[in-house]
């Protein structure tokens, strides 16, 4: 109960912070639908002339990717946020209050899957006008997978940002991170053109398994075995990222 | 309210293992108001942080605030309020819901916080300053709401961390009066400085650190006591009398070897102010005349100067 307010006043804070910057929710927003606009038109012609595609027309196959992506860089870069937070003072501030070390990550982390949700919905309901077709029951799944996805990605950059605690340090290595991430997922170009030592490399990216089963879902594919491994692979991270943002928020700074 | 015995922090780098705090023994009663003193780098933040449960020590134990600070930092930290040595306040943030969301982390419900933060606001004159962003606040300004952002929750033990370092003169004499008044209030307060003047100012008691370790505590007259007494100080007319008044300077009851620098001599007296007329006679008799004279009181810098043979003022900034 305790830890439950404590995680619902970090996260009211750190609304209303981002509500507080302009410039900040017009691109959290805006930014969905220019993905759209400037990528949508080149689906089509792409689709058609590359073979072994998963299957499902363009819109199934890469308004899923969008979201994936969208999942991944809408939340891996917030660690610069706590940075700053970081230097004013303001952790150290209330980590000398009796609050859960854990609400004090947890509260940030729901900020980011909520805006990030909001975010993802957006995008799909733009789509709809450009040409996607998908079953509501598979979608809905579908932007779960990608909030918990976001949850993982916010909470492994903040305990990045602890660790690492400058812009500098954090920037490489977000980017050393996310990059190789998003290339081996099948986002950009399907897993299916790689060669075989790049397919087995990718296979063990859980970002791809999320992206296999988003893609099932948008199909409503529920029952495929895509389906589950994404949802494992989801939970994983989930996992993986709180755990080790938790550790970090608990752990004694030098 | 602290009663710490060998704490100690040895930090791994690189280059191999720091000692920043070498077993610290502390005592501070409630209602003081105590004092580290030393230059940059003794080990006074890293000391404040684990007593603050916000560093573990490698070594040693404390109770702070009547609880265990290894097997109860929860209720350490519920009792009491500590402002950290940078600041604590984000720019974008505004003032009053800063310290309503400090006051809701420790569990104070909405409308006492914000109650209990009005209270803050009046007393240490941020009036007006509710709604403003922290990035707009003066210097002094940001620094009184670091410090009401500490005192929420009304803690029994507050502590602070170098609280006026980078304020103008005027806002410094403005904050020594609001710590005054913590006490005046029932707090116990637990302060760093590396400015004599305002341990002087402030403290009941000071510790003074150097290289992770205390060298000396007491009040700062029983410090300054430690030091050789007054220094008298003559300015003579003629430099070729210097030598005499030396040697009579130097037959006073308790005093040191005079120093002599051209027309000037300077001896240190247990009590500078009632040894001095008996030596104007001797001086007058003698026929030595004088330009100038002056009892000069030992400083904390006078105090830092023999504990550990060099000048605070010296260090320089980390």
């Not at chain 1, 590359?50 to 917030?78: M, R, S």
């Not at chain 1, 940002?161 to 920037?171: M, N, P, S």
């Not at chain 1, 977000?174 to 170009?189: F, K, Q, T, Y």
Request: hydrophobic fraction near 50%; charge should be neutral; aromatic fraction near 6%.
């Amino acid at each position: 109960m305790t830890f439950a307010r404590e995680t619902w006043i970090v996260f009211n804070r750190a609304m209303r912070l981002g509500f507080r910057e302009p410039v900040w929710l017009f691109i959290a927003l805006s930014q969905p639908i220019l993905y759209l606009a400037l990528f949508g038109p080149l689906l089509e012609k792409v689709v058609q002339s590359t073979p072994d595609l998963p299957p499902g027309d363009a819109w199934q196959v890469f308004v899923p990717g969008l979201l994936v992506q969208l999942g991944l860089f809408g939340t891996v870069f917030v660690g610069f946020g706590l940075v700053a937070e970081y230097r004013a003072g303001v952790i150290e501030r209330m980590r000398v209050t009796p609050a859960s070390r854990a609400a004090l990550l947890l509260g940030r982390v729901l900020r980011d899957v909520v805006v990030l949700v909001v975010q993802a919905t957006l995008l799909t309901l733009v789509s709809i006008p450009f040409g996607l077709r998908a079953p509501v029951g598979g979608v809905v799944v579908a932007l779960v997978l990608v909030a918990a996805l976001g949850a993982a990605f916010s909470a492994l950059s903040y305990a990045a940002a602890l660790v690492l605690k400058t812009e500098d340090a954090l920037a490489s290595v977000l980017n050393s991170l996310a990059v190789p991430v998003l290339l081996l997922s099948g986002i950009l170009l399907p897993m299916t053109l790689a060669p075989q030592w790049l397919r087995t490399v990718s296979d063990v990216n859980p970002l791809k398994h999320v992206v296999d089963a988003v893609r099932a879902l948008f199909q409503g594919d529920v029952t495929a075995s895509s389906t589950g491994w994404g949802v494992v692979s989801a939970v994983g991270l989930v996992v993986v990222g709180l755990y080790l943002g938790t550790r970090t928020f608990r752990r004694e700074s030098a | 309210m602290i009663e710490a015995r060998g704490l100690a922090r040895t930090f791994t780098t690189r280059t191999g293992p720091v000692e920043a705090v070498r077993g610290v023994d502390l005592d501070v009663d409630a209602g003081e108001i105590v004092g580290f003193l030393g230059p940059n780098g003794a080990g006074k933040t890293t000391t404040l942080r684990m007593l603050t449960t916000l560093l573990r020590p490698t070594a040693g134990t404390a109770t702070v605030a009547g609880h265990d600070l290894l097997k109860d930092p929860v209720g350490v930290r519920r009792r009491i309020g500590y402002v950290a040595q940078g600041g604590t306040s984000l720019p974008q943030a505004r003032a009053g819901e800063e310290l309503l969301d400090q006051a809701r982390l420790y569990g104070i419900g909405k409308a006492d916080a914000a109650a209990r933060g009005r209270e803050l606001f009046g007393r240490l004159d941020l009036e007006g300053l509710w709604d403003r962003s922290c990035a707009s606040l003066s210097g002094g300004q940001r620094r009184r709401l670091d410090i009401a952002l500490g005192l929420v929750h009304a803690p029994q033990l507050v502590f602070l961390d170098e609280p006026t370092t980078g304020l103008d003169p005027q806002s410094r004499a403005n904050l020594w009066e609001h710590v005054r008044s913590l006490r005046e209030n029932g707090a116990t307060v637990f302060l760093t400085t590396h400015y004599l003047d305002e341990a002087d100012a402030l403290c009941d008691r000071i510790l003074v650190m150097d290289h992770g370790l205390i060298v000396a505590s007491g009040t700062p007259l029983e410090l300054k006591r430690q030091v050789s007494g007054d220094a008298v100080a003559l300015t003579l007319k003629d430099v070729a009398r210097a030598p005499d008044a030396a040697t009579l300077a130097g037959a006073l009851a308790g005093a040191d070897q005079p120093t002599v620098d051209g027309t000037l001599v300077v001896v240190h007296v247990p009590d500078g102010s009632s040894t001095l007329p008996a030596l104007l006679r001797d001086l007058d008799a003698k026929g030595i005349e004088l330009a100038g004279v002056e009892v000069r009181r030992p400083t904390l810098d006078d105090v830092f100067l023999t504990l550990t043979g060099r000048s605070l003022r010296d260090e320089p900034a980390a």
